[in-house]
């Protein structure tokens, strides 16, 4: 695994979580009822999109706020990060291609489906940002703390747990590959 620079990345990290939050501010400006509007009745809106974001970065974002706040948690910082073998596998395939294609389509998880909560007015959209600025702060407190340490429980479980700088790299990278998804369904809504 090749070893990243440990304050390059934080940074890296921080500018793709300030352009999602950019967007976010886009989206305050359309109309509520065209991010509330399903493409296709299967399809999800705008407000699920983003719902279904903070059910699964949301996730992370508990773990690691725990992990941050606890000084004795056993985080430590080293110049260079070296991602874990799957953790580096799951951050790379959620990572859209620069082209924008998706290689690795997967499954919505039941637990992180955004239909099976109350997506109304502007609330997913608070709660999304919220989370931004958090790992925002999480990042920064990073660069002191560092990004390794214990283990973070991934979403699938005890059974795949990631590294802590991995722990920040795949949801944030989810994170952008859905953000080509709400560019889609604002393309078939806004007409």
């Not at 992370?60 to 948690?73: F, G, I, P, W």
């Not at 395939?93 to 290689?103: T, Y």
């Not at 214990?150 to 949801?171: E, Q, W, Y």
Request: proline content about 5%; glycine content about 6%; some cysteine.
């Amino acid at each position: 695994m090749e070893a990243l620079d440990t304050r390059q990345l934080i940074a890296e990290l921080q500018a793709e979580l300030r352009r999602q939050l950019q967007r976010c501010e886009a989206l305050r400006e359309l109309p509520m009822e065209q991010l509330h509007r399903r493409p296709e009745p299967k399809r999800w809106s705008v407000m699920e999109v983003l719902q279904h974001m903070n059910l699964s970065s949301g996730h992370y974002h508990k773990r690691l706020q725990a992990l941050y706040a606890d000084e004795n948690s056993g985080l430590r910082y080293r110049s260079t990060f070296t991602p874990g073998r799957w953790g580096d596998y799951a951050a790379r395939a959620m990572q859209p291609k620069p082209d924008g294609a998706i290689a690795w389509r997967m499954r919505t998880i039941a637990l992180f489906e955004p239909r099976n909560v109350a997506t109304t007015g502007w609330t997913a959209l608070d709660e999304f940002e919220r989370m931004c600025h958090g790992f925002i702060g999480l990042l920064e407190r990073a660069r002191s703390r560092g990004l390794e340490g214990p283990k973070v429980t991934s979403t699938l479980g005890p059974i795949l747990r990631l590294k802590v700088g991995d722990a920040f790299r795949f949801p944030i990278a989810h994170q952008t590959r859905h953000w080509l998804q709400i560019e889609r369904v604002l393309a078939e809504v806004i007409r």
